[in-house]
């Protein structure tokens, strides 16, 4: 996938740490640690929306496409 | 009681297994020393062998030849079983912990699958033997080399249901990496 999450770079602009944005957004440590390592496959509306409210962004900030990513194609999903 | 999990009835039925497969390990190792089948058997006109797929009936008092191949039937049939409860146990090990889709229950499933084909193939090949070999039945005591399609069709079941397992484990892993 060439879908590439920004989190740390707008958690780091916003001066948050991960732990605060897990208990904030209301997701656990463990999933908002698989999501900013680009490790996660898929993402719920809820939780970008959440993501986006409390770190003041739009999901553009978070969420960047990256043609020249080599992630994990479609087929390995 | 749940039926999945820890303290559950798979848990059980695991512990179970894990017994009765060193029980057979166990009987399968004796019969491999001991390559000498029960005296009261042989004092039977006819004996019985019912082994899960496996399933023959005959004289033994027809000679020598005809007790080598029960025993070495039985002691395929009981490896086959030991096999096939080895599989289960593995299987019923993470339902056990609450973990039904595993990734290498589609294996399991599917090396049982083979294994139960495999049975019913040497089967046919031993009766087919048998005949060729002119250790017949006595008159009234069945015996057939016809293809158990029964085995077939549970082999092709267990490669159904290993297919099953494997969707639900990619689903599973699609589920717990969606955040």
Known sequence: MAIRIHLDRVMLERGISLTELAGRVGITLANL????????????????????????????????YDSSGGGRSESQL | ??????????????????????????????????PVLPYRSLQHLSFDIQSGPLFVSFDLLRGTEAKWWIWAMELVSRTYQAVV??????????????????????????????????????????????????????????????????????????????????RGYALKTENELTV
């Open chain 2, 85 to 166: 409860l080895y599989l289960l146990m593995r299987i019923l090990a993470p339902v056990g912990l609450g973990e039904p889709f595993d990734l290498k229950t589609p294996s399991r499933l599917r090396i049982m699958g083979c294994v139960v084909i495999l049975g019913s193939v040497l089967r046919t090949l031993f009766c087919a033997a048998l005949l060729k070999l002119g250790l017949r039945p006595e008159p009234g005591v069945w015996i057939s080399w016809a293809i158990d399609f029964d085995a077939i069709f549970m082999g092709i079941v267990l490669f159904v249901l290993a297919e099953v397992f494997r």
């Open chain 2, 1 to 34: 009681m749940n039926l999945i999990g820890p303290k559950s009835i798979a848990s059980k039925a695991h512990l179970v297994l894990k017994v009765v497969f060193i029980l057979a390990i166990v009987r399968v190792l004796l019969m491999s020393i001991a």
């Open chain 1, 33 to 64: 640690s698989i999501l900013k390592s680009n490790k996660a496959r898929a993402i719920r509306f809820s939780t970008l929306d959440a993501l986006c409210r409390e770190l003041n962004c739009s999901p553009g900030d978070i969420l960047k």
